[in-house]
């Protein structure tokens, strides 16, 4: 009997630990599989289990288990009892790449959309444009030059002011925060210059951009500096301006200090004539200091009258105002002075109410070269500049040059009022999105995808020489300025000497350009790093002058001085 039941015993177990073997097998394949948010069935371990996954402990052994993978860290993937690796998890999707309901995808803020289409916009513009020449105020961009320490900016703080631009908290805190730097006869200048070290050095040393309004004119001000360390900055405003107002100190021996040579009175206007500014306002300042004096006022300007007409102003389009910017006389009215004894003329407002705008080319490409990128608070990636040719509008696709990357126009401002379109000629704020900010810099250029501007490292130019130490000569290394981009550069080939009045050939192949010379040469840019075969030119955003006039002007400057400025004729390369 006992040896039946034993028999028995023994027959019956192999099929016990069968059944045993196979609860457990499916047991195991239902705690090794759990449903993936994707809708899929991924095998999952807590070894595989992506971040931030609730993990269940499905017994003591599996949470040892658990514990083990946390510590050997959360994609580890966990051994199987024979020691090799569960060939489950070498599937991809152990490599948590699908989304799980605590991580899911962030959502993309939809993009803005074309509010017109291209020809329709056209035509807006064009009415806008008509109903502002007869009624409306017509916008115009002003560059405040002159030599270091003429009263640039007090001039501008004190007319913002006296034009209800800046309230009575702002004069005050700007009094107050002067006067306790020792500085308080900068108070009116701070409403401008705004940094740190612009306050501490007293001087501008970038370009400051404020908005007034006249009878008949929305005017855009670009405040440059005026110390020679800063004339790329100069440049970069003066190539974003219609007109000039150049500011001169009435003060004995401080007007000269300005105009002779070396002095900035002289470059700035030789500079601003060069980037095509042809309309300017002379404003003889601090007239107070010289006892409103008439004789000291009209010896100014015979001076300046000749020097305008060497340097290719023409007098209708030139005119002089005395004010006194500290006490705010004339600018927007005379006020009780000594210039009431002999001065009946127009007040600097007067002046600047009947500047002409040029006529602006919307038709052609867009063009919109940067002088500013900086981050919005709000509103993504802002860049400020110019608008050269062309039209822009919100949802527009635009492609920044150098370069391959495509940004979309999430916001436009002009004269910080937000417009759903911008036209040439409007000094705007541009706010784009879908573009990393590293892929924009100063200098880049926006444009269509569908009409790029030509990227060149060679050029054909033509240029006029201006007051030279040294002549021109092949090879010579010179610093090339393209609105508010300079670059090192080559004068690789002098082609010819031109006549200045006609433009026919007068030499070809000189071998120097002297002072006054008008002449074709041929540039050609340098890398960033010492010459030879590690140097790679970068190429830069550059039309010829036929093509877009303000896309095809250039500066030339040679150990701190301007040598020469012309136009781009033809992309070499």
Not at 411 to 435: C, F, H, K, M, Q
Not at 501 to 506: E, H, K, R, Y
Request: aromatic residues 4%.
């Amino acid at each position: 009997m006992i040896c039946a039941d034993f028999i028995s015993i023994r027959s019956s177990t192999p099929a016990a630990k069968e059944r045993e073997k196979a609860q457990k097998a499916v047991a195991q394949k239902k705690t090794s599989q759990t449903p993936s948010t994707s809708g899929y069935n991924t095998p999952t371990s807590r070894a595989m289990s992506p971040v931030g996954t609730p993990i269940k402990v499905m017994s003591k052994k599996a949470g040892a288990g658990a514990q083990s993978s946390r510590r050997s860290g959360a994609n580890t993937p966990a051994r199987t009892t024979s020691g090799g690796l569960d060939p489950r998890l070498l599937d991809l999707t152990a490599l948590n790449l699908q989304p799980t309901r605590e991580e899911s995808p962030g959502i993309d803020e939809p993009l803005p959309k074309l509010a017109m289409e291209r020809e329709k916009l056209l035509l807006e513009a064009r009415k806008v444009l008509e109903a502002s020449s007869e009624n409306a105020k017509r916008r115009v961009s002003l560059v405040v030059i002159g030599h270091v320490d003429a009263g640039k900016s007090t001039l501008m703080g004190r007319l913002l002011y006296e034009l209800g631009r800046v309230d009575e908290k702002s004069r005050h805190a700007n009094e107050r925060e002067s006067s306790r730097a020792g500085k308080s006869s900068f108070s009116w200048a701070w409403e401008l210059d705004g940094t740190v070290e612009e306050r501490e050095r007293g001087i501008t040393m970038d370009i400051a951009m404020q908005s007034l309004a006249t009878t008949h004119r929305q005017v855009t001000i670009l405040d440059a500096p005026g110390h020679k360390d800063f004339i790329p900055n100069m440049i970069s405003g003066a190539s974003q301006a219609d007109c000039a107002l150049l500011v001169v100190d009435a003060t004995t021996g401080e007007f000269e200090a300005g105009f002779d040579r070396g002095g900035q009175t002289r470059e700035h206007l030789i500079l601003v004539r060069s980037l095509g500014v042809s309309q300017v306002i002379i404003a003889v300042n601090k007239l107070d200091q010289v006892n409103w004096e008439q004789s000291r006022y009209d010896e100014i300007c015979e001076q300046l009258k000749m020097f305008f007409g060497q340097s290719g102003f023409h007098s209708s389009k030139t005119s002089f105002v005395p004010v006194g910017a500290m006490l705010g006389v004339n600018l927007v009215e005379q006020k009780a002075s000594g210039l009431s004894g002999w001065y009946r003329g127009p007040t600097l407002v007067d002046l600047l109410d009947k500047l002409e705008p040029p006529v602006r080319d919307i038709a052609s490409p867009l063009r919109l070269p940067i002088s500013n990128v900086f981050r919005g608070q709000s509103s993504g990636t802002g860049i400020t500049g110019r608008i050269c040719g062309g039209i822009v509008q919100v949802g527009e696709r635009v492609r920044v040059l150098p370069g391959d990357e495509i940004a979309v126009v999430k916001s436009i401002d002009v004269d910080e009022r937000s417009v759903p379109w911008a036209i040439s000629g409007s000094n705007t704020t541009l706010y784009l999105t879908a573009i990393d900010p590293i892929h924009l810099s100063i200098g880049s250029v926006l444009c269509p995808p569908t009409d790029l501007v030509r990227l060149a490292t060679s050029f054909s130019a033509r240029i006029i020489v201006f007051e030279v130490q040294l002549p021109i000569t092949t090879g010579a290394s010179v610093e090339l300025f393209h609105h508010s981009r300079d670059v090192p550069a080559t004068i690789s080939k002098l082609v010819a000497i031109l006549d200045r009045a006609v433009g026919s050939v007068t030499k070809k192949s000189p071998r120097v350009l002297t002072k006054g010379t008008s002449a074709e040469i041929e540039i050609t840019l340098r890398g960033d790093t010492p010459s030879g075969p590690g140097a790679v030119a970068r190429p830069i955003p550059i039309e010829p002058f036929s093509v877009n006039k303000d896309m095809g002007r250039i500066l030339l400057r040679r150990g701190g001085e301007t040598i020469a400025a012309g136009i781009v004729l033809e992309i070499r390369q």
